[in-house]
């Protein structure tokens, strides 16, 4: 399964990949002048600031991605607590926030761009269209993933073995009965199998968002618009790194796994800066093949962090029996996702 989930990010990466050499082919003659590219311009001024971007947010991905892994032995950031039920429902609004605030206006800003002809693009909403087929795709992974190791309950070792499976294994077996415990067993192991396709599934949307927001960011040689967008995807890889670190604690990976998907978060934006720094003087943002391509994968990763967010995170937590027993607890996470949706909306206006 592991090995399906990496092919599925791969597939996204190519296409963004084949978006620049599609585009170094076409030359100069698919360049297109807004009046964005007009105002702010300085070449060596954005190469300084793009390094420090490059610095600064890796830290802040790092940071925000590994606290919860690192918080692990105190009691209060423990899953099973209280407090880790809020502070997940705020990176899960945060993770909301991202793909309805930031991905899909900027995968709609690309697909009814001026530099794009009108007829069809700005007959039809390429953007929504797009984003609601990825939903679906991402759904129709989930739901074979889960029927996958329903059927083969003893298959799993793309996902490697756990130690508190093995822990509930051997409670289950002092305090239940042989058939009864076998049921209990059975379901621990559906419900960490589901949280590790929720954890891989999640990082794909985070991390073709990642490369394509990075890009944009190193092929820029406005420093207007850099500056406030370095402060803005600091705070935004933080929090976002937050919720797919809570994400990855539940999937209880052991340390080779975790520190695959800590450095595939944390990498891809510098990783898309550099690239984008590298490409600058090849690579037209508002080339038609550009904003086609890129839009494409934004509606594309849109869809799948609104479908984990609502369904996965936000919608598994609050049905659950720990918030559906405890009113005020509920109340509290809900107050929780406001916050993290919110905030996360208000840089919207920056970045």
Not at 177 to 183: L, Q, V, Y
């Amino acid at each position: 399964m592991a090995a399906l989930f990496t092919k599925f990010r791969a597939f996204f990466l190519f296409l963004l990949f084949l978006s620049f050499a599609l585009q170094v082919v076409s030359g100069d003659d698919s360049q297109c002048v807004t009046e964005s590219t007009h105002g702010c311009h300085d070449k060596s001024e954005a190469l300084k600031l793009n390094l420090i971007a490059i610095a600064a947010i890796l830290i802040f991905s790092i940071v925000g991605v590994c606290l919860p892994l690192f918080t692990r032995s105190i009691p209060a950031l423990n899953p099973s607590s209280k407090s880790f039920s809020i502070i997940k429902a705020f990176a899960s609004g945060v993770i909301l926030a991202t793909g309805y605030m930031h991905v899909l206006p900027d995968s709609f800003a690309c697909l009814q761009s001026d530099c794009l002809p009108p007829h069809p693009w700005k007959k039809f909403p390429f953007s929504t269209f797009v984003a609601m087929l990825s939903a679906l795709l991402t759904l129709m992974l989930d739901s074979l993933a889960m029927s996958y190791h329903t059927a083969k309950p003893k298959t799993h070792a793309d996902f490697g073995s756990s130690s508190d499976l093995k822990e509930a294994a051997v409670t289950t077996e002092l305090n239940t009965t042989a058939g009864n415990g076998e049921s209990v067993h059975d379901e621990s192991h559906f419900k960490l199998l589901r949280h590790r396709v929720v954890a891989q599934v999640l990082e794909v949307g985070i991390v073709v968002h990642s490369v394509v927001i990075g890009l944009s960011l190193g092929a820029s040689h406005n420093p207007c618009m850099i500056r406030p967008l370095i402060i803005a995807m600091c705070f935004h890889q933080f929090f976002e790194g937050m919720g797919l670190g809570g994400c990855i604690l539940q999937a209880d990976y052991k340390l080779k796994m975790n520190t695959i998907m800590v450095f595939f978060f944390s990498f891809t934006t510098p990783f898309g800066i550099a690239l984008g720094l590298c490409l600058s003087n090849v690579y037209s943002e508002n080339s038609p093949i550009a904003l086609i391509v890129v839009g494409v994968l934004d509606a594309a990763s849109a869809g799948i962090l609104n479908y984990m967010a609502l369904v996965n995170l936000l919608a598994v937590d609050f049905m659950g029996s720990k918030l559906q027993q405890n009113v005020k607890l509920q109340m509290l996470a809900f107050l929780a996702v406001l916050l993290g949706a919110g905030g996360m909306s208000l840089l919207a206006k920056w970045a």
